[in-house]
T-cell receptor, first 113, second 109 residues
Framework: DAGVIQSPRHEVTEMGQEVTLRCKPI?????LFWYRQTMMRGLELLIY????????DSGMPEDRFSAKMPNASFSTLKIQPSEPRDSAVYFCASSHRTSVQQYFGPGTRLTVT | TQLLEQSPQFLSIQEGENLTVYCNSSSVFSSLQWYRQEPGEGPVLLVTVVTGGEVKKLKRLTFQFGDARKDSSLHITAAQPGDTGLYLC?????????FGDGTTLTVKP
């Protein structure tokens, strides 16, 4: 298995632009998580899905952030409009319902100038 | 909010030394995990502990879950440069994980 796949690996954009981050979870996994990691705040859970349904989005910072999971093999995290304070590494992770172990993707490093 | 505090925040030691890092919370967790993260990569699971008082060993790494399932420790014996990385603990409840801020370990050859 290729593991969790994220794209792009790096994204540099200007303030006000729309940013879309993509994730392909491990095949057969029921849960998908989006995290944000910064030096100041560490690793924060933004939202997670179970069987493509959003379960808890209480970590989404504000309405500029949205996430979708149209099918079991694809999810997106969108920021519109982006702001410099959104600069961080965004991780996607997936897990199987029988285990709490999460498998993380390599992350997308987002820089908003 | 369930908070996990890790200490120390940074640790720099020589190869061959022993070390212990801690993960503490006021909340009870159904399970707790330790991850290691290397630069430019996502965290990778090292171990999951479930039972209060549980001790698990993974080669030179020893993990302990507190009796009350609120805290945990990671002990590394004879550290090696390959152990360098960010060590994260994560407490789990109802399918949701809360991560600590991590301990950045540097092992110098």
């Amino acid at each position: 298995d290729a593991g969790v796949i994220q794209s792009p690996r790096h994204e540099v954009t200007e303030m006000g632009q729309e940013v879309t981050l993509r994730c392909k979870p491990i095949s057969g996994h029921d849960y998908l998580f989006w995290y944000r990691q910064t030096m100041m705040r560490g690793l924060e859970l933004l939202i997670y899905f179970n069987n493509n349904v959003p379960i808890d989005d209480s970590g989404m910072p504000e309405d500029r952030f949205s996430a979708k999971m149209p099918n079991a093999s694809f999810s997106t995290l969108k920021i519109q409009p982006s702001e410099p304070r959104d600069s961080a590494v965004y991780f996607c992770a997936s897990s199987h319902r029988t285990s709490v172990q999460q498998y993380f993707g390599p992350g997308t490093r987002l820089t908003v100038t | 909010t369930q908070l996990l505090e890790q200490s120390p925040q940074f640790l720099s030691i020589q190869e061959g030394e022993n070390l212990t890092v801690y993960c503490n919370s006021s909340s009870v967790f159904s399970s707790l995990q330790w991850y290691r993260q290397e630069p430019g990569e996502g965290p990778v699971l090292l171990v999951t502990v479930v039972t209060g008082g549980e001790v698990k060993k993974l080669k030179r790494l020893t993990f302990q879950f507190g009796d009350a399932r609120k805290d945990s420790s990671l002990h590394i014996t004879a550290a090696q440069p390959g152990d360098t990385g960010l060590y994260l603990c994560a407490g789990n409840n109802a399918g949701k994980s809360t991560f600590g801020d991590g301990t950045t370990l540097t092992v110098k050859p």
